[in-house]
């Protein structure tokens, strides 16, 4: 009734693997989680410096992206408290994935995995195409440019009722956010579009 992973002798008892403190290029040929730290330190450190939520979240995506999991690890200070850094973080992630968590739950990696601040996961027939807020961005692109996707029946971004514009051509998948969506986010940091029929080439 036992998950193990053992970090020295691997064998037929070894259930996954865990990259410490970072995500792999690419998606790997077995079960694995990312284990990182939201601060410094595994355990709890005083005036500890906390990742950003736009760090995490892109972390969370590039790793869900690459067909992993991820560990995020808190350390409770002596009182057997969660660090309010932590606390904050956790809620704003809560409320990114309120919106965005079908992109990422029970997912299947895509290759090929990312193109430019495009991460692409799987359910069934479903792609999801996660763009990544560039540094100092709170707002979508007018356009979100995806490639290797061809052949798609419907685009919908995740969190919004309007509609949004989308076109194939030889190069890939085009979409084209409207202006009232960007002045008004779903949420922040990254944003998923649902793509049905979509065929990666």
Request: charged residues 20%; neutral net charge.
């Amino acid at each position: 009734g036992l998950i193990v992973v053992d970090r020295t002798v691997g064998g037929r008892y070894e259930n996954y693997l865990t990259p410490e403190q970072e995500v792999p290029e690419k998606a790997l040929p077995y079960v694995w989680e990312t284990c990182m730290t939201m601060a410094n330190q595994w355990s709890y450190k005083p005036n500890d410096h906390y990742k950003s939520t736009r760090d995490l979240i892109h972390l969370l995506v590039n790793i869900a992206a690459k067909g992993g999991n991820f560990l995020l690890n808190v350390g409770p200070d002596p009182n057997g408290q969660l660090p309010p850094p932590a606390l904050e973080r956790m809620e704003q992630i809560g409320r990114w994935m309120q919106v965005n968590g079908e992109a990422i739950y029970g997912t299947r990696p895509v290759p090929p995995y990312k193109v430019g601040q495009v991460c692409l996961t799987r359910r069934g027939d479903t792609l999801y195409a996660i763009c990544l807020a560039e540094q100092g961005h709170t707002s979508l692109p007018s356009q979100i440019e995806i490639l290797p996707i061809k052949t798609v029946k419907s685009v919908r971004l995740l969190g919004s009722a309007t509609a949004v514009q989308w076109k194939v051509t030889r190069e890939g998948l085009s979409i084209s956010i409207p202006e009232s969506v960007r002045q008004s986010p779903p949420c922040e940091h990254a944003w998923a579009c649902e793509i049905e029929g979509g065929r990666i080439e």
